[in-house]
């Protein structure tokens, strides 16, 4: 990766390599999908032709980059979300049915 300014900083430093390699994943999507001349230049930076440097590469490829990567984060996130909301259903859900069957037994005459 080219180290030019970086301003930005990471919030979790663990996650720094898995970002770079998300980077590269949806760098080389964009650049095989897409019908944009430009996007050439792009996948000569994802296939290491130009020595990490992405400069020559317009602002406009890096934005779709950019903004496939935040439309992939918040596709896992609502998946993640779906899964918690999905626990928490089947949780309560299993605590009604464990309260109504202890209710009904309660109430049950017992044969002795």
């Known amino acids: ?64 980059v950019g903004g496939h990567m935040v439309r992939r984060m918040i596709a896992a996130a609502e998946q993640s979300l779906i899964g918690q909301a999905t626990q928490g259903v089947q949780q309560s859900f299993r605590q009604a049915i464990g309260q109504q069957f202890a209710q009904t037994q309660q109430l049950q005459p017992r044969d002795v």
């Open 1 to 64: 990766m080219a180290q030019g300014q970086q301003r930005n900083q990471v919030l979790i430093p663990q996650a720094a390599q898995a970002l770079d390699r998300f980077k590269y994943e949806v760098a080389s999507e964009v650049a095989a999908t897409s019908n944009d001349p430009q996007a050439q230049l792009l996948q000569q930076w994802y296939n290491g032709q130009t020595g990490g440097y992405g400069g020559d590469i317009p602002s406009r490829i890096w934005g779709a």
